[in-house]
């Protein structure tokens, strides 16, 4: 078998997603976690990674105010030390340049909670409430420089239940994505990038 791939996760809150890459990334899989990075040094999931033996890093967005060039060449500095193969954004929640999406293009991963083409961006589940859809889910996709737009790896539905709130939508579709990041990862450290479907 060849070396497993190296990856970087990029995190901005709890780390839910991140947790699930990490532990189906056992001693059987193509790849293992060399860095979990978040812009936020107070993201729960920070200690959740460092607590699990991976090397964590925090660069916190704030200093650099506007300048998303120049917070992103800090980030990168992380990033490029750790010798990632594939980056997962795993509730990431900054936008990113096309300069740094270009670096990485082909090897980053997202996972947003829509079945994307709907409702890129943000709300997703109160959107998808008010627009009375029977069904939602979740979608990962290959970073582009088009926000929320890059090909779909893989999709899991659930359904819109009749009285969901946005909070009770979001956990629904939240027990989905924990098995769908890990399924799209597994396949994709292999260079097979056919979708997944659950
Ligand atoms: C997840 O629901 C993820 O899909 C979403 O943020 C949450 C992060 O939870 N991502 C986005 O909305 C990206 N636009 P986690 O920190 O527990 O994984």
């Known amino acids: 078998m ?6 970087a996760i990029l995190i901005s809150g709890g780390g839910s997603n991140m947790l699930a890459l990490v532990r189906d990334m056992g001693p059987d899989h193509p790849a293992r976690p060399v860095l979990v990075a978040a812009n936020d040094p107070a993201a729960g999931g920070l200690a959740r990674a460092a607590g699990l033996g991976i090397a964590t890093a925090a660069v916190d967005h704030r200093p650099f105010g506007k300048d998303r060039a120049a917070f992103e060449a800090a980030l990168s500095a992380r990033l490029e030390a ?54 939602h889910g979740c979608s990962v996709h290959e970073v582009t420089a088009e926000l929320d737009g890059g090909p779909v790896l893989g999709q899991a539905r659930v359904p819109v239940l009749p009285g969901d709130t946005p909070d009770d939508l979001a956990a629904r579709v939240l027990e989905k994505e924990h098995l769908l990041y890990p399924a799209v990862l597994r396949r994709f450290a292999t260079g097979d990038r056919r979708p997944i479907r659950l």
């Open 2 to 7: 060849s070396d497993p791939k190296r990856v």
């Open 82 to 135: 750790a010798r990632p193969d594939i980056i997962c954004l795993a509730g990431f929640m900054r936008i990113l340049t096309p300069g740094f999406i270009s670096r990485w293009e082909g090897r980053m991963l997202n996972i947003h909670p829509s079945l994307l083409p709907k409702y890129r961006g943000l709300h997703t589940h109160a959107r998808a409430i008010e627009a009375g859809d029977a069904e």
